[in-house]
C-alpha cells in the first residue's frame, strides 16, 4: 500500500516524466505534420511581406483579406475531408457556384429572420449534393476523378438553370455576417465565421469514431477494413461533409460578393485543390489536417494582392498558385524519400 | 456469305443465344460501344426523320476529330495510369499563341502554337517522370500555369488582335470534295500511328506494362522515366493540335476555347473502355466513344432544350454510360 506522500511524489514524477517527454513528443509532432509548423510559418512570411510591400496595411486591408480568403478557405476544407479519406472532390466549385445562386436569388427579397431558415436549407442541399457524389463514387464505382469532375459539370448546369445571370442578393444583415466586423475593426465577422464554421463541423469529426475511420480509409483501405471500418459509409460520409463545407463557402460567397454567380464557383474546385496540397494534406489520403489548407487558403488569397501591390500583373497569381503546388509537391516527396533512407 | 463470316455469325448467335450477351459484351466491349453508337444514331433518325444523311455523317466526323485528337492524348497517358488535366488549357493557348503569330505565316505560327504543347508536355513530363509528382497535381499545376501566363500574355498583346489564319480556318471547318472534312484528314493518321504503335510496337507494349506495375517495369530494367516523358510531351502535344484544329472551327482565338474539352476528353477514354487505372484498354475503344459524345451532343442540341438543361443532361449521361461500363467490365 502506498501512503498518500508516496502517492503524491509518483504523480509529481509522472507530470516531470511527461514535462521532460514533451520535447522529443513536439519534435515527433512535427515531424509527423510538418505542415504544423510550416503553414503558420509560411502565413506569418506572406503576412510579413504584404506589410513590407503595403506598409500602410490597415484594416481595411485585413478586411478584404479575410473576405476574400473565405470562400477559398471553405473549398479547402471541402476538399480536406475528402482527400482525406483518400478520395477527391473535382465538384467543389460547382457545388459553391449552387449554393451561392441558390442563397442569392431566394434572399433576394426575405427578411434577415427568412434569410437565416433560407441559409440552413442551402446547407442541406448542400449535403445532400455530397450525399449523392458519395453515391455514384460509392456504388457505381466509377474512379472518385471522373464520377466527381462529371458530377461537377451536371452542377454547373444546375447554378446556370437557378440564376442565368449574374444578380440576386441578400438582405445586409446577412451580408454583413461575412463582410461586417465585430467588436473592432481589426476583427472581420468573415474571420469569426470561418474559424467557427470549421470549428463547429470539423472538431467534433475529426474527434469522434468517424473522424478516426475517415483517417484510417484514408491511409489503408485494406487495413481499415479489416479492422472492421465500413469503408463504403466512410467515403460516402466525406462526400457528404464535403457537400456541406461547400455550401458553406457557396454562403460565404454570397455574403462577400452580395450577389450570386452561376460562374464564380469554377476557380474555387482547382485553387482549393492548391490550398489542400500547400496546407500539407497527402493526396495519397489519410494524413494532414484542416488547420493547413484553411491557413494556405489565406496565403494563396494573400498572393495576387501582393503582386498588386507590387505593380506586377496580378495574373501571374494563377501561374505562381500552380508553380507552389508542384514545388511543394515535389519537396514533399524528396523529403518522404530521404525519411526512408 | 464466306464460310469463315458464317462461324464467326454463329458464334455470336450461339454466344447470345447462350444466355451469354453479357459475356460477349465483356470480352468484345467494342462490339456493344458500336452497338451503342448505332442506338443513338438510330435514335435520332426516329425522332427527326431524315437527319441521318451524308452531311450529318461528314458533319460529326467534323466534330469529332478535335476531342479525338485530344482524347488519343488523354488514352495514351491514362494507359500507364495517369491522367491530364491540363489538355484543356493546352489546346486555348496553342490556338492563342497561334492566332497571335499568324502574322508570320502559316506554318511558323503553327510551330508556335504546337511549342507551346511542347514546352508544357515537357514541364508535366519532367515532374511526374523524374521528380515523381502525381500526374493528377503536376498537371493541374501545369494548367494552372498555362491559363495565367495566357491571361497575361493575352493582356500585353492587346494591340495586336489574334487573327485566325485562312488555313486553320479551312482545316478546321473545311470539306474536301468527296464531302470528307479536313480534320478528319488529320484525325486519321494520328489515329491509325496510335493503335499501331499501341498493338505493334515495344513502346505502346512498355505503355500497358507500366499501366498494369511500373515498379516490376523498373526491375526488369527499363528506363520507365523515358516513355512517360515522351508519352505526356506526346499527349501535350496532340491537345496543342487539337487546339488549332478547335479555333479553325470557331474562327476566333478565346481565352475559354478549350475548356469544354476537359471532360469529353476524359469520358471518351473512360467510356471508350480504357481503366483510368492503367494498363487496360486501347484507343480503338477511345474513338468510338469520341463518336458517342459527339452523337451525343448532336442529339441534344436536335432537342432544343436550354443550355443548362443541355449540360445537366450531357453530364448525366456521361455518368449512366460509364457507370455501364464500369458494372460491365467489373
Redesign the interface.
Known sequence: MTTPSEAKSSVRASTAASNMRLGPRLRQSLRRYPSLFFMPALLIASLAITVAVHPQFSDFDLQSLAMGALPLAFAAAAQTVVVISGG?DLSIGSAMAVANVLAASTMEKASFGESLLLAAAVLIVGAAIGALNGL?VVL????D???T???G??L??????IL?KPGGGAPQEFLNLGAGTLFTSWLPNALVLLVVAVGVIWIPLCRSKLGLQLYAVGSDRIAAFRSGVNIDRTRFVAYIFSGLFSAVGGLGLTMTTGIGAPLAGVYYT?SG??AV?VGGVS??GGRGGMVGPVMAAFVLTLIPTDLIFLNI?P?????????L??AI??IG??VEARNRK | MTGQARTVFSRVVAAVGGGGLVSLLRTRTIVALIALLLAFVAGIEVARPGTVNALWVSNMMLFAAPLGIVAAGQTLVMLTGGIDLSVASVATASAYIMATHSALGVAPAILYGLGVGFVVGLINGTGIALLRVQPLVMTLGTGLMTEGMLVVYAQKKMAEAPRVPQFIEDLGAGKLLGGIPNDLVVWAPIAIVIILVLRRTGYGRLLYAIGDNSEACTLAGIRVWRILLVNYVTCSLLAAAAGLIIVGGTDSAELSLAEVYLLPSVAAVIIGGTSIFGGRGGYSGTIIGALILTVLNSILTLLDVPEPVRQILYGAIILLLAAAYTRLTG
Open positions: 477527391i455514384i457505381s464505382r466509377i474512379p476523378v471522373v464520377a469532375l462529371t458530377s459539370f451536371i454547373g448546369g444546375v447554378a446556370l438553370l442565368e482547382l485543390l492548391a496540397v493526396l495519397a500583373d495574373n501571374f497569381g494563377q501561374v505562381i498558385q500552380g508553380t503546388i508542384v509537391v515535389m516527396g524528396f
